[in-house]
């Protein structure tokens, strides 16, 4: 599973709660569970430290006595041989999965990974890639306007970029917080010297192994020493065999966050977290990583998935989001609730807490 937040919540919440069988966590990467979050804020600014973002420590793992495989490819998890089983060749046994895979960035039609200045933003690497490329080229075109592309965006401008958001929607975070809320955090960027592109597609890229601009389909050229595309994700779900997904990838859960006991999958639990899901046939997200500040608390505990009992999962109908300016609540019909500066929200928590 990929490492972050609910990676090591799950075991960590099973041990607190009394769960003393074996517990293997399994990450891609080569390093413990981190504020994967961060990449695209602090981390791309300049402004926190690598050490900073693990969110736990090898003394944690050891003394909570959950086993940490690193570097391993899931291939595929077998239901009816209760197997995990990686790309290397190897196998875990198992009586109950934790799917917290989220999801993996979508790439354009043209894009190519023999392009070394066109970037995704998912990993660590994919950050460090990034911070090299900026600091050599001062150009930067960012495909999306969601929050990866306007944190990006923002990121990259503080490293003293020029940067040019691109994206199809008149006003950026359109779809998901509604055009009042994404014409906030527009001026917020104009005021800091980021121009935008919107109402515009891309058409291509010029350059096979680097990129040196951007055309739009109105045959507008942009000049760039760096692209990155932030056009949406898709569940990181093509390893789990055995359950029907649905037509984007993702998991069909029930309340539990369990995968309902259909085809061979009735002989292992499966549970499933976050962006790879679907309940009710809506899309399970919880953005709750930023909340730890903001509450005091880590929130994400309170959702940890418990593979020994029934507990509930109700979606809720109020999209939470915190980002580095603003705490914004939206409904389902993106009709916005309240927009208050973070800095004062947290003052707030801290003067309750």
């Not at 199809?168 to 359109?174: L, Q, T």
């Not at 984007?248 to 029930?254: L, P, R, S």
Request: with cysteine.
């Amino acid at each position: 599973m990929p490492g972050s937040a609910p990676t090591f919540l799950g075991p960590q919440t099973l041990r607190e709660d009394g769960f003393a069988g074996r517990l293997v966590l399994t990450t891609r990467e080569d390093r413990l569970p981190y504020d994967r979050p961060n990449l695209s804020k602090e981390y791309l600014q300049g402004k926190a430290k690598p050490e900073w973002l693990p969110l736990r420590s090898d003394d944690f793992f050891a003394e909570h006595d959950i086993e940490v495989v690193r570097d391993k490819e899931i291939e595929r998890v077998d239901a009816a041989k209760k197997t995990v089983n990686f790309a290397d060749g190897g196998s875990l046994l198992c009586d109950a999965v934790l799917v917290a895979t989220g999801g993996e960035p979508r790439a354009l039609p043209f894009q190519s990974e023999a392009q070394e200045n066109c970037f995704l933003l998912r990993s660590y690497a994919d950050a460090n890639a990034l911070v090299a490329a900026a600091e050599k080229g001062k150009r930067a075109v960012v495909i999306g306007a969601g929050f990866i592309g306007m944190e990006v965006a923002s990121s990259l401008r503080a490293r003293g970029c020029e940067v040019t958001v691109v994206a199809p929607d008149d006003v950026p975070f359109k779809k998901t917080l509604g055009a009042k809320i994404g014409k906030v955090f527009q001026d917020v960027h104009e005021e800091h010297s980021v121009r935008f592109k919107l109402g515009a597609s891309v058409a291509c890229f010029t350059g096979t192994k680097v990129v040196t601009a951007v055309i739009l389909k109105n045959g507008e050229r942009l000049d760039a020493d760096l692209v990155v595309v932030g056009v949406g994700v898709k569940p990181a779900t093509d390893f789990l065999k055995g359950v029907t997904l649905h037509k984007d990838g993702g998991v069909i859960v029930d309340e539990h966050m369990r995968v309902p006991p259909v085809s061979s999958f009735q002989t292992l639990k499966v549970i499933c977290f976050g962006g790879s899901c679907l309940g009710n046939l809506e899309r399970i997200d919880l953005r709750l990583h930023d909340f730890r500040e903001a509450r005091g608390t880590n929130t994400m505990a309170e959702f940890s998935l418990r593979m020994s009992g029934d507990v509930t999962f109700d979606i809720l109908p109020i999209i939470l989001v915190v980002t580095d300016l603003f705490a914004v609540a939206a409904d389902r019909n993106n009709s916005l609730q309240f927009l208050y500066p973070l800095q004062g929200l947290l003052e707030l928590a801290h003067a309750v807490s």
